[in-house]
Nanobody
């Protein structure tokens, strides 16, 4: 059974930093998966793609977070990270981890990030 568990969310002041972590289990060959971080700012709103790192280590970012967020992965430990610096109120959201391969996708349960101004 595939399980993705996010952690590292919390309350932070504007300008501060957080590091989110996503731990994966049950994935066959974690390194072969493209890993993505999404966020959902409010219930009922869609989830937006924040950052991705593919199986080759290539990364891409939402324009609004480029230069502030960094995605990375640790294939030996089946983890993906999102380092978030220079946080602002627009970054407040539930952040979700997603694993994709061959058309299949798996979601985590999300971790809340709240930025106070």
């Amino acid at each position: 059974q595939v399980q993705l568990v996010e952690s590292g969310g919390g309350l932070v002041q504007a300008g501060g930093s957080l590091r989110l972590s996503c731990s994966a289990s049950g994935l066959e060959t974690f390194a072969s998966y493209d890993m993505k971080w999404y966020r959902q700012r409010a219930t009922g709103q869609g989830r937006e793609l924040v950052a991705l790192i593919d199986s080759s280590g290539r990364t891409n970012y939402l324009g609004a977070v480029k230069g502030r967020f960094t995605i990375s992965r640790d294939n030996a430990n089946n983890r993906v990270y999102l380092q978030m610096n220079g946080l602002n109120s627009e970054d407040s959201a539930v952040y979700y981890c997603r694993a994709e391969r061959d058309g299949g996708r798996h979601w985590g349960q999300g971790t809340q990030v709240t930025v106070s101004s």
